[in-house]
């Protein structure tokens, strides 16, 4: 039964090829027009013509990219493709190499994965002749990075960094050539840092001799660097006036020499805006660029310094001018720059002494100081580009490498720069040759593969003529540069004249045969390079690898107060007596440590050709191709590439990143590594001649083998990571919830030891105030000291405070008062009377003029009665009344009879016959001045008060009034017996008018009246069961009272 593996590997592939099928089907009828994809596809793989038409086809259909395997061919088109979009980017994302057409993104893209997959770092070597596209190649590869890699705010701004570091670079870099508009003048290695996330987060340039001679002179149809056309074009006024320059490039000899400051496919307007916003970007304070434009132009300002001869033939100085500037931009005093360029200084043994230039001598060190100033201005430039790269952080970090270097160059007259920057592409070739061709082919001989080995050519030969020890072309220049007395350019020559003679890839006018001979001239030597002859003129040669600047020039930079100059000219750099490295050895020593860098990557090679040398879209020059294609050894690469195998690795490193799909080797394989792969391979199904077993690795022939096996691990992978993390958040989880609750057993205990603590504390409290407490009222009825005043004052407070939620609200209340405590006793009843009287002031406030009236006359019954009549109690709640018969119901004729004495009070009384004791109902009636004793419309009797001795009523519940009367008269009527049935209201009443408040007598047992003068009746009262009035035997009228039942 096959495993799931199995199943899903065998499915992949099989998909996988059906789709490779059906896409090759597809593009059957197209490939006829767009040639194919991969040369390694090619069926006459080795016939140049058949690989020349390939590259053709598809230059015509602007098909600029083709592989050899994961070589990527470029031919540059010299024109915008539109193939460099955020659409393409995206579209080239995350995918396999061969699944898409070739691009330049393709290969981006799968050195990124490569690189993080396997956490290793890789370099992309470009390489091609100058115009190739190299530069531009490397632009769009970091510009991938910049859009694909993840980022984040902070990474954003290295990925500005690194982006806008091209530009600057480009512009103080780079120049217009015969060969190529924007052509690299110094080589550039650049890398890129990776984390482990696979973010861009850092970078780090080395750049590689530049080509200073530039500065000072240019071919015919050449241009200085751009930096300088830029400034010009595109320098504010204001930035020109300070600077002293003027817009116009016709006026500095440094820039007329070419003759061709305006280049068409050149905006350096636009291209100044851009490295403007760049040098702000990468972090250049306002400072640094200021000091920047000063030197730029101060260069500008030295080339138009001029010469004159004096009349002892010595250099005069007139630019006064631009002396002038100079001082001002480089801050330096002018007498010290003038001296600088005329004079030398020369050390005999005792003194050191000043002697004046030649016009030519002065020339050469104006030059000189010119190329120094601009040569060392860039490589800070660079320093300062790193230092804004720079990642600080010390993790791992994988690395991929962009190796963007001058092409190989063939002037008219080639110098020595040309010499250098062909040597670079030489070493280039052979690093390439080395870690392709020539080692694939060891490989398979080391590893015991069958193999038909393939012949190629190995420039290692002209490698070893340039740079070997003692013997090579740089060795011999060095020794003549450092000869003391009459070395010249000349003498060089035929040294390697005659060092070199018979070498296959040296001549000279002298060596060669007639025929060479009429194409060479005496001071040429001419090298045969992989890439072709070229013709090297033996000028300058020595100075330019001296690369002399005078002692005391140095010394004059040193003053400057320019930041940049001073670190340019720094105060500790070694002096002329110890020589400095000859320029061509630096180069040489700087080439050997990149060798270095890069042989400890994983090489990835981008191929630019050059379709023709006039820079036009759409011509595609054969021949020129052809001789590319050779010396670039395409062919031996391609051919290497179809017999051998995409992929190899070693058993180790295969099985360790496989080994998860097969149960056999999965999680640990405990054979050897070999056998494991062997097991591993068998259980994924690989075919026989899909594969090899080497020695000590597996070799994999086609991609496709390896990607089925990619997308198998790629799943399993998430198969695997996702049980990893499954147990690894479960584990995560319990231990979080172990500390948690280890957490919360903690808290809960200090929780509980600060409650037991607390109510501990409480009841020590309360425990001593409980005590205090009864300490107290046992020293209650103590004078105030300290075991009671606690106590005491708690007593207070506590009575103080139930008394004020208890207080009597009625002033007759006198029952619910507190009962004070013995300390309070005083106190309280202080507070009573206080009370008391707010409750009686509360009380008056609110009585009505009524109520009080009727009060006054009620406290006057009290007066009279209280205590004294045995009724009275009952009639106390009763109101009185102003009078019970009112005037309007009063007989008009007794009203008349009374005449003005208005009436004060009436009521209806029973009166009895002082003889015989009849009862009569009669109204009383009383004025201001007379009580009217009335019988319906007759005034019966009239008492004035002035006769009226006082009235006596019993002690009893009856209701009898005796009025007792003066009787001075026989005739006049005697007492009055009445019975009145308001009887308390009637007499108080009597009393109000009479204003005599004693006039009523309260008596015992019997009350005696004159019936008229000298006659005397007797009224006798008692108590009983009821109430009865009669006259007794005795002749008294006798008046029994039911006893008042007591209230
Ligand atoms: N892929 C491309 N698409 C469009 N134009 C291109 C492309 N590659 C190169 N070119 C054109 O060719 C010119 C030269 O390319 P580039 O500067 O990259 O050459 P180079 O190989 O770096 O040369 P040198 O060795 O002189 O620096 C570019 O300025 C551009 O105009
Ligand atoms: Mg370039």
Same mark, same amino acid.
């Given at each position: ?5 199995q ?12 789709r ?61 493709? $539109? ?39 890789h ?6 002749e ?8 490397s ?9 694909s ?7 954003? =701004?290295?990925?500005?960094?690194l ?13 217009k ?29 080395l750049?590689?001799?530049?080509e ?7 071919n ?33 000899a ?10 068409? =496919? ?6 100044w805006k851009t490295v ?13 660029i ?13 080339g ?9 033939g ?6 006064n ?16 720059l ?15 002494v ?8 002065a020339?050469?060190a ?13 490589t ?26 001058y $092409? ?35 490989e398979? @001989?080391q ?8 012949v ?33 350019d000349l ?9 070199l ?10 060596l ?8 060479l ?10 890439a ?32 940049i ?13 110890k ?10 020593n ?26 036009q ?10 001789h ?10 391609l ?53 090899k ?15 089925a ?20 958040k ?45 300490? $107290? ?40 008062w ?7 006793? @005083? ?15 509360k ?5 009505t ?8 006359i ?58 015989g ?44 009034l ?28 009597l ?23 000298g ?7 008692k ?11 005795n ?6 009272s ?6």
């Amino acid at each position: 039964m096959p495993t799931s593996y199995q199943r899903m590997l065998s499915k992949s592939l099989e998909e996988r090829c059906n789709r490779i099928l059906r896409d090759m089907e597809c593009s059957q009828t197209a490939r006829d027009r767009v040639g194919i994809q991969d040369f390694v596809l090619l069926d006459s793989h080795t016939s140049e013509s058949a690989f020349l038409d390939n590259l053709r086809k598809r230059f015509n259909e602007n098909l600029i990219y083709t592989y050899i395997g994961t070589l990527l061919v470029s031919v540059n088109p010299y024109k915008e493709l $539109g193939i460099y979009t955020k659409k393409q980017m995206d579209i080239y994302m995350g995918v396999n190499f061969f699944e898409l057409p070739p691009h330049i993104f393709a290969l981006a893209d799968n050195v990124y994965r490569t690189m993080t997959s396997e956490s290793s770092s890789h370099f992309i070597l470009i390489s091609g002749e100058s115009g190739a596209g190299k530069t531009e190649a490397s632009k769009k590869v970091l510009q991938f990075y910049a859009v694909s890699c993840p980022s984040t705010r902070l990474l954003d =701004s290295v990925r500005d960094r690194l982006l806008l570091s091209n530009p600057v670079l480009e512009a103080f870099g780079n120049a217009k050539t015969l060969k190529n508009d924007n052509s690299s003048r110094f080589g550039k290695y650049m890398d890129i840092q990776f984390n482990y996330q696979g973010a861009a987060v850092g970078g780090h340039i080395l750049s590689y001799l530049l080509e200073k001679s530039r500065v000072v002179h240019q071919n015919r149809g050449e241009r200085n660097f751009h930096i300088f056309y830029q400034l010009l074009e595109g320098g504010e006024e204001d930035l020109l006036r300070w600077l002293g320059l003027e817009q116009s490039s016709q006026k500095y000899a440094y820039l007329v020499q070419g003759a061709c400051a305006k280049v068409s =496919s050149i905006n350096d307007k636009s291209d100044w805006k851009t490295v403007r916003k760049a040098l702000s970007v990468i972090d250049f304070s306002e400072k640094d660029i200021e000091h920047l434009f000063a030197i730029i132009a101060s260069v500008l300002h030295i080339g138009n310094v001029h010469f004159e001869a004096g009349t002892r033939g010595y250099a005069t100085l007139n630019s006064n001018e631009e002396i002038r500037w100079l001082s001002k931009l480089l801050e330096l005093p002018p007498h010290v720059l003038r001296e600088g360029l005329t004079h030398r200084k020369i050390e005999t043994k005792a003194e050191e002494v000043l002697s004046p230039f030649t016009v030519d001598h002065a020339r050469y060190a104006r030059d000189a100081l010119a190329k120094a100033i601009y040569g060392r201005t860039f490589t800070w430039l660079v320093n300062k580009i790193n230092e804004s790269l720079a990642n600080k952080d010390s993790t791992r970090k994988t690395v991929i490498g962009l190796l963007d270097i001058y $092409g190989f160059e063939v002037f008219e007259v080639n110098s020595f720069e040309q010499f250098c920057i062909n040597y670079c592409n030489e070493k280039l070739q052979q690093l390439f040759i080395q870690l392709t061709i020539k080692s694939e082919q060891e490989e398979y @001989e080391q590893e015991g593969i069958e193999w038909e080995p393939v012949v190629y050519f190995n420039n290692k030969i002209i490698c070893d003529l340039v740079e070997e020890k003692h013997r090579g072309i740089i060795a011999v220049l060095d020794e003549e540069c450092l000869r003391p007395g009459g070395a010249t350019d000349l003498t060089f020559l035929e040294k390697l004249e005659a060092k070199l003679s018979g070498h296959p890839h040296f001549v000279t006018h002298k060596l060669a045969d007639q025929k060479t001979r009429k194409t060479l001239g005496r001071g040429d030597f001419r090298l045969v390079h992989y890439a072709g002859e070229v013709t090297y003129n033996v000028t300058g040669f020595l100075d330019k690898n001296n690369d002399l600047l005078y002692r005391n020039i140095k010394d004059v930079m040193r003053q400057s107060k320019n930041t940049i100059i001073q670190q340019c000219f720094p105060a500790s750099e070694p002096d002329n007596k110890k020589r400095p490295e000859t320029v061509a050895t630096q180069f040489k020593n700087s080439l050997a440590g990149l060798t270095e860098i890069l042989m400890s990557k994983e090489p990835w090679y981008v191929r630019c050709l050059k379709p023709n040398d006039s820079k036009q879209p759409g011509r595609f020059d054969d021949i020129m191709v052809r001789h590319q294609v050779k010396y670039l050894g395409l062919m031996e690469h391609l051919r290497v590439r179809r017999a051998g195998f995409a992929y190899r690795r070693r058993y180790e490193v295969f099985l360790k990143r496989y080994k998860a799909l097969c149960p056999d080797t999965w999680p640990n394989w405990r054979g050897t590594p070999a056998e494991g792969v062997k097991c591993l391979v068998k259980y994924l199904g690989y075919k026989p001649d899909e594969y090899k077993m080497g020695r000590t690795k597996i070799f994999i022939r086609h991609p496709r083998t390896l990607f089925a096996t990619e997308d198998a691990f790629d799943v399993c992978r998430h198969e695997l990571a996702t049980r990893i993390q499954a147990k690894y958040k479960g584990y995560k989880v319990k231990e979080d919830f172990l500390r948690q609750k280890e957490a919360a057993t903690k808290i809960e205990a200090c929780w509980r030891g600060l409650q037991a603590r607390k109510e501990r504390d409480r009841r020590a409290w309360a425990a001593k105030v409980i005590k205090k407490f009864i300490k $107290g009222f046992t020293n209650r009825n103590q004078p105030v000291g300290v075991d009671n005043s606690e106590y005491l004052t708690f007593v207070r407070q506590s009575y103080l405070q139930r008394l004020r939620d208890n207080l009597p609200t009625s002033v007759l209340d006198k029952q619910s008062w507190l009962t004070p405590p013995p300390v309070m006793q @005083e106190a309280s009843a202080l507070l009573q009377k206080l009370h008391t009287r707010y409750l009686v002031r509360k009380y008056v406030q609110g009585l009505t003029a009524e109520r009080k009236a009727q009060l006054k006359i009620k406290a006057l019954a009290s007066d009279i009665f209280k205590g004294k009549k045995e009724s009275y109690p009952q009639s106390v709640a009763r109101p009185f009344a102003s009078t019970r018969i009112s005037e309007q119901d009063m007989n008009t004729r007794v009203l008349q009879l009374m005449g003005t004495e208005s009436m004060k009070y009436s009521v209806p009384v029973i009166k009895y016959d002082r003889n015989g004791f009849r009862p009569r109902y009669r109204l009383l009636i009383l004025t201001k001045k007379a009580a009217y004793l009335v019988e319906e419309t007759k005034i019966k009797q009239r008492v004035d008060y002035k006769s009226m001795k006082g009235v006596s009523v019993s002690n009893l519940s009856d209701d009898f009034l005796i009025l007792h009367v003066t009787c001075e008269d026989i005739k006049q009527k005697g007492d009055l017996v009445l019975q009145c049935s308001y009887l308390f209201e009637a007499l108080t009443q009597l009393c109000m008018v009479t204003k005599k408040r004693n006039l009523v007598q309260v008596v015992q047992g019997s009350v005696k009246f004159d019936i008229q003068p000298g006659r005397e009746g007797v009224v006798d009262f008692k108590s009983s069961s009821e109430f009865m009035v009669y006259r007794a035997k005795n002749g008294h009228l006798m008046v029994e009272s039911a006893r008042a039942k007591s209230r």
